[in-house]
T-cell receptor, first 113, second 115 residues
Framework: QKEVEQNSGPLSVPEGAIASLNCTYS??????FFWYRQYSGKSPELIMF????GDKEDGRFTAQLNKASQYVSLLIRDSQPSDSATYLC?????????????FGQGTTLQVKP | DTGVSQNPRHKITKRGQNVTFRCDPI?????LYWYRQTLGQGPEFLTY????????KSRLLSDRFSAERPKGSFSTLEIQRTEQGDSAMYLC?????????????FGPGTRLLVL
């Protein structure tokens, strides 16, 4: 079992819809979670991080964390074609839940006009 | 630009040659990470520094790879006797750890192609 798992997709949604991206992790001790967006040929760009159970909202993005079920999700409301990218879930694996990030393989999102 | 910078952005080399990449972190960041990413995969951890000390090195990193961060500022990653399997995007990230909080910011990456 991989430490961090994501469905590689592609996930295709129409413009204006809600895109839901999911990530599961294996270490129950994990406490912080990061979502990065990566456009083709570019480097990862931080979108959000979440530490606590529940929801965290930032503009059109909402991160949801459920530690009991060991999954974290990213919702993108009012999806735009410019949101088309690969979304990477990452979990720190160092002491105190900092340090090196373990990434999932990423989910490719396609937003169709 | 106050973000993480990496040079060169692209490197094409022949198998067996040595290559060196440079990363300049965000100035106040005390931690610097190197990752490698191949097509269709997420970034894979290679090594990291806190100030000038190299604190961890991936078991996957062969002895052909070496990294330094003299004076705790910029870092270099050298690959000796390159192999075609070394072809990848090499990413640098920097962060400032404050207690239990740490957020890594990535540079633009160096894309390596070994012929």
């Amino acid at each position: 079992q991989k430490e961090v798992e994501q469905n590689s997709g592609p996930l295709s949604v129409p413009e204006g819809a809600i895109a839901s991206l999911n990530c599961t992790y294996s270490d129950r001790g994990s406490q912080s979670f990061f979502w990065y967006r990566q456009y083709s040929g570019k480097s990862p760009e931080l979108i959000m991080f979440i530490y606590s159970n529940g929801d965290k909202e930032d503009g059109r993005f909402t991160a949801q964390l459920n530690k009991a079920s060991q999954y974290v999700s990213l919702l993108i409301r009012d999806s735009q074609p410019s949101d088309s990218a690969t979304y990477l879930c990452a979990v720190p694996r160092g002491s105190g839940n900092t340090g090196k990030l373990i990434f999932g393989q990423g989910t490719t999102l396609q937003v169709k006009p | 630009d106050t973000g993480v910078s990496q040079n060169p952005r692209h490197k094409i080399t022949k198998r067996g040659q040595n290559v060196t990449f440079r990363c300049d972190p965000i100035s106040e960041h005390n931690r610097l990470y190197w990752y490698r990413q191949t097509l269709g995969q997420g970034p894979e951890f290679l090594t990291y520094f806190q100030n000038e000390a190299q604190l961890e090195k991936s078991r996957l990193l062969s002895d052909r790879f070496s990294a330094e961060r003299p004076k705790g500022s910029f870092s270099t990653l050298e690959i000796q006797r390159t192999e075609q399997g070394d072809s990848a995007m090499y990413l640098c990230a920097s962060s400032f750890r404050r207690g239990r909080e740490e957020t890594q910011y990535f540079g633009p990456g160096t894309r390596l192609l070994v012929l």
